[in-house]
C-alpha cells in the first residue's frame, strides 16, 4: 500500500520569510496530492492540491510543486504571516479509486 | 451550514461501553469517509462508502468497529466495548468520486 513520509516535523520561520514543506510517497499509481492545514482543535482545510498531470500549481502565496520521477512532492508558503501557524498535512491516492494516505504532519510556527 | 457536520463533538465513557457517532456529510457527495487521528499524527484511513455501499475498510479496523449508511446520507460509526487504546479524534470527510474530501469537525472520544 501507500507510504507518505513528511518532512520536517517542525518548522519555524520568521514573518515573511518563505516555508517549504516535503513529502514523499512509495505508490508510483498514485496520482492526487492535496495539502490540508489544521489549527489546533479544528477540523483540516483543505488549502491546495495538485493532480499528476501538471507539475506546478499556484494560489497567491502557496504553491505546490510535483516531481513524478522521485515520486515527492512540495508546499512552498511566500511571505508567510502569523495565522499560517497551524500544522500541515500531506496526502496522497488515486484519485477516485483508494482513500488518502496521510503524511504525520509538520508544525509550521510564523514568529512575528 | 453546508460543510460536514458531526455529531457529537465530544464523548467521555467509561471501558467496555459501547459508543456512536454520526457523520453528516455535504447533501451532494455520494462518498463518505472515516478518518481516526491520534495527538501529533496525520489522520487514518477506517473505511469510506458509495452511497450506501461499503467500499473498503482499513486492516486497522477491529472487529469492535463497525459503520453504516443505510440511506446514502448520513452515517454513523459505532465502537462496542471500548478500551483506552479507541481515545482518539474521530473524522468524517464527504467528496464526489472524483473530487477532494471535506472534513467535518470530528468528535473527540475519551475512554477512561
Known amino acids: 500500500g501507500e507510504n507518505v513520509e513528511q518532512h520536517p516535523s517542525t518548522l519555524s520561520v520568521q514573518e515573511g520569510d518563505s516555508a517549504v514543506i516535503k513529502c514523499t510517497y512509495s505508490?508510483?499509481?498514485?496520482?492526487?496530492f492535496p495539502w490540508y492545514k489544521q489549527e489546533l482543535g479544528k477540523r483540516p482545510q483543505l488549502i491546495i492540491d495538485i493532480r499528476s498531470n501538471v507539475g506546478e500549481k499556484k494560489d497567491q502565496r502557496i504553491a505546490v510543486t510535483l516531481n513524478k520521477t522521485a515520486k515527492h512532492f512540495s508546499l512552498h508558503i511566500t511571505e508567510t504571516q502569523p495565522e499560517d501557524s497551524a500544522v500541515y498535512f500531506c496526502a496522497a491516492s488515486i484519485l477516485g479509486n483508494t482513500p488518502l494516505v496521510f503524511g504525520k504532519g509538520t508544525r509550521l510556527s510564523v514568529i512575528a | 451550514d453546508t460543510g460536514v457536520s458531526q455529531n457529537p463533538r465530544h464523548k467521555i465513557t467509561k471501558r467496555g461501553q459501547n459508543v456512536t457517532f454520526r457523520c453528516d456529510p455535504i447533501s451532494e457527495h455520494n462518498r463518505l469517509y472515516w478518518y481516526r487521528q491520534t495527538l501529533g499524527q496525520g489522520p487514518e484511513f477506517l473505511t469510506y462508502?458509495?452511497?450506501?455501499?461499503?467500499?473498503?475498510k482499513s486492516r486497522l479496523l477491529s472487529d469492535r468497529f463497525s459503520a453504516e449508511r443505510p440511506k446514502g446520507s448520513f452515517s454513523t460509526l459505532e465502537i462496542q466495548r471500548t478500551e483506552q487504546g479507541d481515545s482518539a479524534m474521530y473524522l468524517c470527510a464527504s467528496s464526489t468520486r472524483l473530487e477532494t474530501q471535506y472534513f467535518g469537525p470530528g468528535t473527540r472520544l475519551l475512554v477512561l
Open positions: 462508502f458509495q452511497n450506501e455501499a461499503q467500499l473498503e
Open positions: 505508490d508510483s499509481a498514485s496520482n492526487y
